[in-house]
């Protein structure tokens, strides 16, 4: 790890090492992304989209939110249509999924409760401009009286068991983790620790031996891992994973990132290709650089998931769930009123032109469409 610029959040993070010693890195990177007064996310206003640090699917276009309007109305269904609908969105951001999904009407908007959790207030309050929010209570209340779609917004998860949805689109990558290292002693913890040489407190990587719950994560998640395999500990998506599925009574969780099944295919991968930063769509090479001005992202490891729920996920690539739910039937739509109305150039032509263009974005294999959906049902058939 190279060394940081020193930012407002790198000093306050040098302090807590003087005082507390070596930080887990899972603090760390909390605090750049989360921290009230200088996170990312919190403080800085980081978000995803053509202006922001990052591009994911919802920012593409409305085809991606279309589609997952078609896989709400296929859940709805098996579940016999139940009213009230709810749809909880972790990670919502300024809330574009949810306003793709909204203008697809789908078939379940008349039951539809759509509840965006977001951490970040700054993001929160983005969402008021281009959305009409609703207490939280109406839109967990039972049926009669509000007609859907009804939207709400909350900081963390509801308490309130629901029928419906837990989905999250390129969240998990976002929570923090803790790394460890295989040493020819067995397992330890990579800590952020201070460089006090350095005339400005550069933080630099720090190996202390694993506790017992990070050893016994190692031994579980990567046994057959070489000397010097570095893996994440996932702790954070792993409670998020939990407290998600906890929330269905009946319904589906559904999880897409960019994911692998195992975290020892982490361990056998550098670093550097799995702990990833970006600041305005550029690669930062070290993750303690510039803390609280970059995004910090992890590839997910779906076995450290599924340990969370008790049982496996159903997986597939994001272009397989997508092509489930009818993107080629959308495109092809999209193709024949390009044909039609070209010579207009009206805006339903470019709408429809721009439909091709996403597809072609999100089915990517060696991109987008290569992402993993990771989905776990519970009462359901």
Known sequence: MSTPAPTPLHHHIAQLVARHGPLPFSTVMDSALYDETHGFYTAAGGAAGRRGDFITSPEVGPLFGAVIARALDSTWDELGRPDPFVVVEGGAGVGTLAVAVLAASPRCASALRYVMVERSPVLRARQRTHLAIAEPATALGVPGGHDGPVV????????????????????????????????PDGWSEVRVGVDSASADLRLNRHLVPAGDAARGAGERFAPAASVGAVVPWQRGAAEWIADAYALLDRGRLLILDYAVRTTAELGNRPVGEWLRTYRGHQRVDDPLEDLGTADITVDVAADQLDAAVGHAAVVRTQAELLRVHGIDDLVARGRREWTERAAVGDLAAIKARSRVREADALLDPQGLGGFLVLQWSRGMS
């Open 152 to 183: 709400a917004s909350l900081g963390e998860l509801p308490s309130a068991r629901i029928t419906g949805v837990v989905l999250a689109n390129e969240l998990l990558d976002n929570l923090a983790f803790d790394l460890l290292e295989r040493t």
